[in-house]
C-alpha cells in the first residue's frame, strides 16, 4: 500500500509540479541555478552545462513545424533570464529530468502548456 502511495506521489511531483507550490524544490535531489546554455527543442535545455528534459512536458520533435514553433517560443520565455530546476534523480538518455522555474517563480513547463506550445506528458 505505501509502495503505491509513493508511486501516485512521484508521478503527481513530476507531471503537474506547478500545482505542488515548493514541493518540487523540497523533495529534489538536486537543485542547480543558471542561464540556459542551450535549448535542445521544446522540452529539453540545458542549464550550467546540465541536460534538463522537464518531466511534466511533451513538446512535438524538433524535425517538425510544430516542434520548431515549440523551441522558439520557449527561447522566446526563457530569454536572457537566469532559471532554477529541481532535479528529481531520475534520468532519460543523457538527461536530468526535472523542474524549472523563471525567476519570478513561474513553472516553464506550465507555461508551454498554457501557450499551446505542448502538452502534458503523461
Do not use: K
Not at 12 to 37: N, Y
Not at 70 to 85: D, F, H, M, Y
Amino acid at each position: 500500500m505505501a509502495g503505491g502511495a509513493l508511486a501516485v506521489g512521484f508521478f503527481v511531483v513530476e507531471r503537474f509540479p506547478e500545482l505542488l507550490g515548493p514541493i518540487p524544490e523540497l523533495t529534489a535531489l538536486r537543485v542547480i541555478e543558471g542561464p540556459v546554455s542551450h535549448v535542445r527543442d521544446g522540452d529539453t535545455i540545458e542549464v550550467v552545462g546540465v541536460p534538463v528534459r522537464f518531466g511534466s512536458l511533451d513538446c512535438a520533435e524538433r524535425e517538425t513545424q510544430a516542434g520548431q514553433v515549440a523551441t522558439r517560443g520557449l527561447r522566446e520565455l526563457i530569454a536572457g533570464q537566469s532559471l532554477t530546476c529541481a532535479l528529481n534523480g531520475r534520468t532519460s538518455y543523457d538527461r536530468s529530468i526535472g523542474r524549472c522555474t523563471l525567476p519570478d517563480g513561474r513553472d516553464l513547463a506550465a507555461l508551454m502548456i498554457r501557450e499551446g506550445l505542448c502538452g502534458r506528458y503523461w
